[in-house]
């Protein structure tokens, strides 16, 4: 019923950008909101940003604010993720996600009730 497709990842090198885009075939029946998560090598998924649909409010990981963008197009049910000066600690799995639960804080992966299947980005040294 509910589908999340990522695309947009790849190689890039240090200082560089890339832009994600995730699009929610079930938006209107299942999430108020979406976002972004990511995962290293041997490390726990991580919240990196979102965006409600009614509103528009984001929400940003310390780690990526200033340097990442997160936006919608509620006309494509498409959300997006623009980086920008990306750096080697980038490098990771980013997941598109659905939520109805955006108030929550922390927002983590318990109240993530969508996950894509992911889109690699690599940053090269």
């Known amino acids: 019923q509910v589908q999340l497709v990522e695309s947009g990842g790849g190689l890039v090198q240090v200082g560089g950008s890339l832009r994600l885009t995730c699009v929610d075939s079930g938006r209107t029946s299942s999430s108020s909101a979406m976002g972004w998560f990511r995962q290293r090598p041997g490390k726990e998924r991580e919240y990196i940003a979102a965006?409600?649909?009614?509103?528009?409010?984001?929400l940003y990981s310390e780690k990526v604010w200033g340097r990442f963008t997160v936006s919608r197009d509620a006309d494509k049910d498409t959300v997006y993720l623009q980086m920008d000066s990306l750096k080697p600690e980038d490098t990771a799995l980013y997941y598109c996600?659905?939520?109805?639960?955006?108030?929550?804080?922390?927002?983590?992966?318990?109240?993530?009730?969508?996950w894509g299947q992911g889109t690699q980005v690599t940053v090269s040294s």
């Open positions: 965006i409600d649909w009614s509103g528009g409010s984001r």
């Open positions: 996600v659905g939520t109805n639960l955006f108030n929550a804080r922390p927002l983590t992966s318990q109240h993530v009730h969508s």
